[in-house]
């Protein structure tokens, strides 16, 4: 197991060589979205419309961070359960997304579709969400301000502690 600082302009020249179980302090920017903010790209995507953030070399973290307090960029920010974009993952890093952030298994659509684009799937510690916001330098809330904390958001991250869980080679922790 290594731990590698990574840059998220470097993500898609460095993910061939991470490996599952790989630690990752992750810095650059990341793009917020759950189940509702993904219907809503989805739609603008079916409408051969633009997404709120260019999809090449993205990195999307499935998080629904709370209101910051008072002089803080963010409030909570934890992992939500990456299974319910499943059905949305594919579709994306074909169009071009690289790296997925958030918490728990993922199907074997997104385990290929992950492989066949060179991309990485990394875990974040669930229930951690006031350490996942110590890494958060700002926030901007980009797309679908009426979503509230699923709005999606720009967030500039610096040294977010990750592991990597699935490989673009097929590694994978949830099979050790």
């Known amino acids: 197991m290594r731990e590698i600082s990574l840059h998220t302009s470097?993500?898609?020249?460095?993910?061939?060589?991470?490996?599952?179980?790989?630690?990752?302090?992750?810095?650059?920017?990341?793009?917020?979205?759950?189940?509702?903010?993904?219907?809503?790209?989805?739609?603008?995507?079916?409408?051969?419309?633009?997404?709120?953030?260019?999809?090449?070399?993205?990195?999307?973290?499935?998080?629904?961070?709370?209101?910051?307090p008072e002089g803080l960029p963010i409030g909570s920010c934890g992992p939500t359960t990456s299974s319910r974009m499943d059905v949305f993952a594919p579709r994306l890093l074909d169009l071009g997304m690289k790296c997925m952030i958030g918490k728990g298994q993922r199907s074997q659509a997104v385990v290929e579709a992950i492989q066949r684009n060179g991309a990485v799937y990394l875990c974040a510690i669930g229930g951690a969400g006031a350490l996942a916001a110590k890494s958060v330098r700002s926030l901007e809330v980009i797309a679908f301000e009426d979503l509230g904390c699923e709005s999606v958001k720009r967030l500039e991250i610096e040294n977010f502690p990750l592991l990597v869980a699935i490989d673009c080679h097929g590694g994978s922790l949830f099979e050790r």
Do not use: M, Q, W
């Open 10 to 68: 470097k993500i898609t020249e460095i993910a061939p060589a991470l490996n599952a179980g790989d630690r990752v302090l992750l810095s650059g920017t990341i793009y917020t979205a759950r189940d509702a903010a993904h219907k809503r790209i989805f739609a603008l995507l079916d409408e051969g419309k633009e997404p709120p953030f260019p999809l090449e070399g993205s990195c999307v973290y499935y998080a629904g961070p709370t209101p910051a």
